[in-house]
């Protein structure tokens, strides 16, 4: 009889401690309520005894969360449309006010982190949000952190992860990109034939100063033409000398004109007697 109620009290004492005993990871805290009402002290890792029937225990977790913000359709402030999506790292730093202040904090924070995604779409423009992100990143952040310290949540970063372009814009796009690489192609083909120029201006402006250069020079391309082993040697021919063989070729037909002309009759002139 004696042992029949030993083992009865062992046996509710094994049931009350299993019930009122919770285990509490390193990463979490606990939040005791008991008869609804908060209890001042948090729960901290390891085991933690609760009263059975009285106590509620409510673990946070403190880590921080990685929560993707689902792709926004929105209209940029030039008129564009495109789809935007984000992620934002978020952690709990006050545990008693995420959960009492806040049904779902993980929620919360998920529909403001949408609405100012959509918000910041239609502030910026279409270059901001491919040139210039980490400006948005940061006003991003700061507009889903200014509801969230009131609920205990600390904002780490927010981040814009890509920018859905519709195809008529993505066509647009690669035509200006080739247009502009074009032009800047132009620009330095331009510049390179206004530097040869210049150089070549100096280059005449020296050999017209000093003649033998022009011999000089004649002789160097000969023996780097030489050098490749051609069969065929082209030389340059100087035209200075091709007008002074055109001149003596026009002095040598005047000559042999007058020549084959007869003497002019002297007595054309005069009158029979």
């Not at 310290?149 to 970063?157: A, K, L, N, Q, T």
């Amino acid at each position: 009889m004696i042992l029949d109620i030993v083992l009865g009290v062992l046996g509710f004492a094994a049931v009350g401690l299993g019930t009122s005993a919770r285990v509490i990871k390193q990463f979490e805290q606990g939040i005791v309520f008991r008869f609804g009402r908060v209890r001042e002290h948090l729960r901290g890792p390891g085991l933690t005894m609760l009263i059975p029937g009285v106590d509620r225990l409510k673990k946070v977790n403190l880590q921080i969360v990685t929560l993707p913000i689902p792709a926004q359709d929105g209209i940029t402030r030039d008129n564009v449309t495109l789809r935007v999506d984000a992620v934002v790292y978020f952690k709990v730093v006050d545990p008693v006010r995420a959960v009492v202040n806040v049904e779902d904090y993980r929620f919360a924070v998920l529909q403001v982190a949408q609405t100012s995604l959509r918000s910041i779409i239609g502030k910026s423009e279409l270059d901001d949000l491919l040139s210039n992100r980490e400006r948005l990143n940061q006003g991003l952040e700061l507009m889903i952190d200014t509801p969230a310290v009131g609920w205990g949540i600390d904002i780490d970063r927010v981040e814009i992860k890509d920018v859905a372009l519709p195809e008529g814009m993505k066509r647009s796009m690669s035509r200006q990109a080739e247009a502009e690489r074009e032009r800047r192609a132009r620009i330095i083909t331009a510049d390179g034939e206004l530097q040869a120029s210049l150089k070549l201006s100096q280059a005449a402006g020296t050999m017209a100063d000093t003649p033998a250069a022009l011999q000089l020079r004649l002789l160097q391309t000969i023996v780097e033409v030489a050098a490749e082993k051609n069969s065929t040697l082209v030389l340059p021919f100087p035209v200075e000398l091709l007008r002074f063989l055109e001149k003596s070729s026009d002095a040598l037909d005047r000559q042999a004109a007058r020549a084959a002309d007869p003497e002019p009759n002297k007595s054309e002139g005069r009158l029979p007697g």
